[in-house]
């Protein structure tokens, strides 16, 4: 299918065009199967804005695809140039549904000259153009001018403008600014300022400075420089200047300074540093090097010889940019666009179709979208894992769910700041010092008395994480658990079969897996908890698991599976799943049921007339179910790797309140993913709840 190009331009460099490029492909991705990105002109081999974009899930493309040519290119022989941007911007367009091309950077071509380039390249790929505008310092009629001079260029040159996006707004500007620039009928969208977005990394402060790591984490330098301070100044004046996320530089021979600031960023009481720099000619002492290598522990510290003037001049103006930012700064990116954009507006301007098909990135979408439409509250009992804040920085910046994290509060956010992240959302409980110690401790006596335990004995028990989210669960502190990274399987979801329990009228827990293929989501179970279930376990399971399908948005369609279909087969695990068939369709005769099947006629249509015509399922089996967790397992698996499916779970199904379990494996994007499902199960599970603070 040919693409529709799209293409974002604006007349002048340093607006935040990366920002929106990410968030014109986030919405894109969720719409269509195949999203396409494209640099027409490039600076040289390594382009920042192309790297991040390429690193979206939706982009399945190598640098070497999506650009065109050099700004050298252009200026040797400009109408070759144009020529070969059109000519790979057209085979990669055949490749893709929807291709973003993303304008040059002004970092070359005088301003006017650039941007009547990039109309004509526009005009001629017969792609609509976003336009980009810079609102920084500028009142809303100077917005306006800027809009109205660079439509009239791109008009000019036979391409047309169907939306206008403003960015870098002051706030109380912003709808002034879209009143002027809506009044010519065109769509436009206004961003605010946000000065994180426009921090340089403390890896930018290392290049500018021509500094190198003398000690601390690397993996911290990508945290945001969000407050640059020198630190010539007398302690008791330092350290009241100190802001979260400031980076200092200050001379090498001020030990008292370099002392005071270590031992700051180390106090619960001061806000974390993102990074300091040692500056001048001065070698540190061997015992202040030693001090400074204990007391810095994981905080970047730099040195470079250059001098106080010059160096401080050099971070003031050193812009950062989403290609060397944090995944908070991504993440505040998208978060900004999605909360501005109408993506209605959006695509029916730019004439895009959404496609009918569900594509992983599709179903991803759908959870976010669903989770926040009625904000669940999670609990995350394991505040000790840096992927666990990393996942929970993200599901609080995009509105995931709101969120309790169990650990010590200083220590979990003082490892926070350290990685750049915002958790200040967040509330942090320490199990062992917690008000609900008590209330669990009698409250998990009561439910285990028939095991002869005892308030001493529950007090001890309750301290466990894995035990006091269950217990904030099953009380209502919380709407549900996400645990796992860094405990077994048994750990976490031992104590809801002994507080929570399973549903009214399911007998057992059972673990499903959406399998999303390229083009439609799949329910596989049991894939995860019940070795060999019986005629009965197998009933619950598919009644679970087309309940599960319906919660995500999945017709269910059952397919009861084994080696034989129809009436064929013979033999004790055959007659299992037969019997088990007939009593999904007596306990809930609403659904759509087939088997004993084989999984080729589950799911293939051509298989399916042979083995099983007009039967309503076989060839169109959404849900399909195992017979054991052996068969399950290693399916899902199968096909996970074989097929390049994305499978999202395991997901707990039978519980009175979900409790989801993670793989210690598990990325960032799982944990983030599952707190999604987990929101979206206590919508259903629990129905409209009440606001935390009236419920504790």
Not at 224 to 238: D, K
Not at 291 to 297: D, E, T
Not at 439 to 457: C, D, I, N, P, S
Not at 507 to 519: E, T, Y
Request: overall charge negative.
């Amino acid at each position: 299918m040919k693409a529709r190009t799209v293409y974002l331009a604006a007349p002048e460099g340093n607006i935040g065009k990366s920002t929106i490029a990410l968030g014109l492909i986030d919405m894109f991705a969720t719409r269509v199967q195949r999203v396409g990105v494209f640099r027409p002109v490039v600076s040289g081999p390594d382009d920042g804005v192309l790297q991040v974009l390429l690193r979206h899930d939706g982009v399945d493309l190598t640098y070497e695809d999506c650009v065109g040519v050099t700004y050298d290119d252009v200026h040797a022989d400009p109408e070759a140039a144009l020529d070969a941007i059109l000519t790979k911007a057209r085979a990669l367009a055949e490749r893709c549904e929807v291709l973003v091309a993303v304008g040059s950077d002004y970092t070359d071509v005088a301003g006017p000259t650039e941007l009547a380039f990039n109309a004509t390249i526009a005009a001629n790929l017969n792609a609509p153009v976003v336009l980009a505008v810079g609102a920084r310092e500028r009142t809303p009629a100077q917005v306006k001018q800027v809009a109205d001079v660079a439509i009239a260029e791109i008009l000019a040159h036979h391409a047309h403008v169907a939306a206008v996006f403003a960015n870098r707004c002051a706030p109380q500007d912003q709808r002034a600014i879209a009143a002027e620039l809506s009044s010519e009928g065109i769509p436009a969208f206004t961003f605010p300022e946000i000065s994180l977005l426009s921090s340089p990394s403390v890896r930018d402060v290392m290049r500018v400075l021509d500094a190198h790591l003398l000690v601390g984490d690397e993996e911290l330098l990508d945290r945001e420089a969000e407050h640059m301070l020198v630190g010539a100044m007398g302690i008791e004046h330092l350290i009241e200047r100190l802001k979260e996320g400031s980076f200092v530089i200050t001379p090498s021979d001020r030990s008292d300074a370099i002392v005071a600031l270590l031992a700051a960023h180390s106090s619960p009481d001061f806000p974390t540093l993102s990074g300091v720099a040692l500056n001048g000619p001065e070698e540190l002492k061997p015992n202040v090097r030693n001090l400074v290598s204990s007391l810095a522990r994981s905080l970047p510290i730099l040195r470079t010889e250059l001098g106080t003037f010059t160096a401080a001049t050099a971070v003031a103006a050193t812009r950062g940019t989403l290609a060397t930012g944090s995944q908070r700064k991504i993440d505040l990116a998208r978060r900004t666009f999605e909360e501005t954009v109408d993506p209605a507006v959006v695509l029916a301007a730019l004439d895009v179709e959404p496609v009918k098909v569900v594509t992983p990135l599709m179903f991803e979408h759908m959870l976010y979208e669903r989770a926040r439409a009625q904000k669940r509250h999670i609990v995350l009992p394991e505040g000790d894992d840096d992927r666990v804040l990393r996942a929970a920085s993200t599901v609080l910046s995009r509105g995931v769910a709101r969120l309790t994290i169990l650990g010590v509060e200083s220590a979990v956010r003082q490892r926070a700041g350290e990685l750049g992240l915002d958790i200040a959302e967040a509330t942090i409980l320490d199990p062992a010092t917690s008000a609900y110690l008590e209330e669990f401790a009698q409250v998990y006596t009561e439910l285990r008395k028939h095991k002869g335990m005892t308030v001493e004995r529950a007090r001890e028990i309750v301290q466990d994480v894995s035990y006091f989210g269950t217990l904030m669960v099953h009380l209502g502190y919380a709407d549900g658990m996400v645990s796992g990274a860094a405990h077994t399987t048994a750990h976490t979801i031992k104590p809801s079969f002994e507080t929570i329990k399973t549903t009214p009228g399911v007998s057992v827990v059972s673990g499903c897996f959406f399998m999303c293929l390229a083009d439609q989501v799949l329910v596989y179970a049991d894939c995860a908890v019940n070795p060999d279930p019986n005629a009965e376990q197998l009933a619950d399971i598919a009644i679970s698991s087309a309940r599960s399908a319906l919660q995500f948005g999945v017709e269910p369609r059952i397919a009861m599976l084994s080696y034989s279909t129809g009436s064929s087969g013979k033999g004790e695990d055959v007659d299992k799943v037969r019997r088990a068939t007939e009593l999904v369709r007596e306990r809930a005769p609403e659904l759509v049921v087939e088997g004993p099947i084989q999984y080729d006629a589950a799911v293939d249509p051509g298989v399916a007339a042979a083995k099983m015509p007009g039967s309503p399922v076989a060839g169109q089996a959404t849900v399909l179910i195992f017979p054991d967790l052996n068969t399950g397992n290693n399916t899902y698996k199968a096909v996970q790797r074989s097929a390049g499916a994305v499978a999202v779970g395991p997901v707990l199904q039978g519980l009175a309140k979900p409790v989801n379990d993670l793989s210690r494996g598990a990325t960032v994007k799982d944990i983030i993913t599952t707190v999604a499902i987990t929101a979206i199960q206590a919508q259903d599970s629990s129905g409209p709840l009440a606001p935390d603070e009236e419920r504790n």
